[in-house]
């Protein structure tokens, strides 16, 4: 009888091992889940929302393993992104913080914002007034202005269009020297772009080496609007944006 209680659990053990090495690979090769705690990303991310990052799309670097083990420098399989993916990255000066963001500019690339217009190797990146948009869930209350934004596409193909939501054209970011993207680095911006710390921030973010990308952001398959407690049990299903459920992040 004690040898078949221990034979148990052993069992039991062994099945938790490997349930958590699969799951460590599975996040580690495949999907790792994120959530949006600020508005930088605002509207394309609201704060409650959980996203999955697919781990393979830039290929694998230390950065792609729990803890960011120091086993190997560069990366594994790496390609560039597109230019217009939402990535998370860790955080250059720390190498652990994760940071979601889109991204602007390529290796080689100009980048510089004059007057709140983004310019891309010197043109003037087009933007499409969409009306006011009110942000609500970081901070006090606001209603800003909402743009559509095209980037310039690679090689001829098409840009991608997203939202950005801009206070002023005259903010501390609103007018840049112009950045020069060095070989093996991107360029990221947050589309709330008053409200970002991102790639413009030389001293806090600046330049993020290739080598830091953790993955491309793909789906939100949560979303919360932290209007209810997690002890607020009848208030859920309120909480919850279904709207927002499964829905591509672009």
Known sequence: MAKKKTGGWLESIKTIVYAA??????????????????????????????????????????????????????RIFGRLPDRGDVAVFKLPRDGSTDYIKRIIGLPGDRIQVRGGILHINGEAVRRSALGPFTVEGDGPRITVRRFLETLP??????????????????????????????????FAMGDNRDNSLDSRAMNAVGFIPIENLVGRAEFIFFSVDGSAAWWEVWGWPFAIRWSRLFSAVR
């Open 21 to 74: 090495l699969i799951a460590v690979g599975i996040r580690t090769i495949a999907f790792e889940p994120f959530n949006i705690p600020s508005g930088s990303m605002i509207p394309t991310l609201l704060v409650g929302d959980y996203l999955f990052v697919s781990k393979y799309s830039y290929g694998y670097s230390r950065h792609s393993m729990p803890f960011s083990p120091h086993l190997f420098d560069g």
């Open 153 to 186: 596409g690679v090689a001829g193909a098409a840009g991608v269009s997203h939202q950005i939501l801009e206070a002023t054209d005259d903010g501390p970011f609103d007018n840049t020297t112009e950045f020069r993207v060095p070989e093996g680095h991107v």
